[in-house]
């Protein structure tokens, strides 16, 4: 909602100085231009990213138009979730978590939290480590180590996205500059048409400048700055579950592995102690 906002903002105060300033908005409008720059950068991004990365970087930019996965109530399901299974272990041992971890669709605790289940990588994550402590034998620094990579082979998929779309950001202004340049070669070419055919086409090619620009550091950097600041608390969410298991590993009782995941989360989403009390006697 905020980028829609946002991009209206933009566009807003851009034709509204310009008309201030007695510019006509229909003279921005040179289909030439945008086509050679908007198919020039989309071409680009084609070359340097492979067709999975596109489609990830399109689910992305659409995933910035709906509400954000990480929330206040999506981190105390996941508190409630977590509490539930340990205790659940405590009490029947941990052999029996066993059923829950091979198939979470269908456990009678995890398929309580649709928000849980909709994060694939929270699933298996949770689920992968899970089986590590059913296995035993695994000291709890070692299991730390072994979550550490999970997150970081994650972290490096992840990030490429928003990698990339900085990558077409900062293409733009070159390529709206290429776009100029073949504007200027068309006002060569008609230079005996007179100063106004000239100016015509001056004006023409430099649209293709002012696009550019506009794209890069309007648009689609703006874009991409999101994306990662969204993929990085979406990582916290990991880490919330990562502080828990490693607490309950190491034996810890369950309303303390919760407190030790309470305390991971991003103080934005934070629930409170009491709110998290209240919510696991529910």
């Given at each position: 909602?905020?980028?829609?906002?946002?991009?209206?903002?933009?566009?807003?105060?851009?034709?509204?100085?310009?008309?201030?300033?007695g510019g006509n908005p229909l003279s921005l409008i040179v289909p030439g231009e945008f086509i050679i720059i908007l198919g020039v950068a989309t071409g680009s991004l084609v070359i340097a990213n492979p067709l999975p990365v596109i489609k990830q970087i399109i689910a992305a930019v659409l995933a910035t138009l709906k509400p954000p996965k990480v929330s206040k109530a999506a981190y105390l399901d996941l508190l409630k979730m977590l509490y539930e299974l340990f205790q659940f272990a405590k009490r029947e041992g941990l052999i029996a978590l066993e059923q829950h971890v091979e198939n979470p669709e269908s456990s009678s605790i995890i398929s309580k939290y649709p928000t849980f289940l909709a994060n694939h990588h929270a699933v298996d994550f949770l689920c992968d480590t899970l089986k590590v402590v059913l296995s035993g034998g695994v000291p709890a620094h070692d299991l730390e180590e072994l979550m550490d990579m999970d997150l970081e082979a994650l972290h490096e998929e992840e990030f490429v996205i928003p990698g990339a779309l900085q990558t077409f950001a900062d293409a733009f202004p070159g390529i709206g500059i290429v776009a100029a340049v073949l504007g200027i070669i068309v006002t060569m070419g008609s230079i005996n048409e007179g100063a106004e055919a000239v100016g015509h086409h001056v004006a023409g090619a430099l649209v293709g400048t002012f696009l550019g620009v506009l794209m890069s550091y309007g648009i689609v950097g703006p874009i991409s700055s999101l994306v990662g600041k969204t993929l990085a608390k979406e990582a916290k969410y990991l880490l919330s579950i990562k502080a828990a298991l490693l607490s309950f590993a190491k034996g810890a009782p369950a309303t303390v592995a919760i407190e030790y995941g309470r305390r991971a989360i991003d103080p934005e989403f934070r629930p409170s102690f009491k709110e998290t009390e209240e919510n696991l006697k529910r």
């Open positions: 909602m905020f980028v829609i906002i946002g991009i209206a903002l933009v566009f807003g105060a851009m034709l509204g100085g310009f008309m201030i300033s």
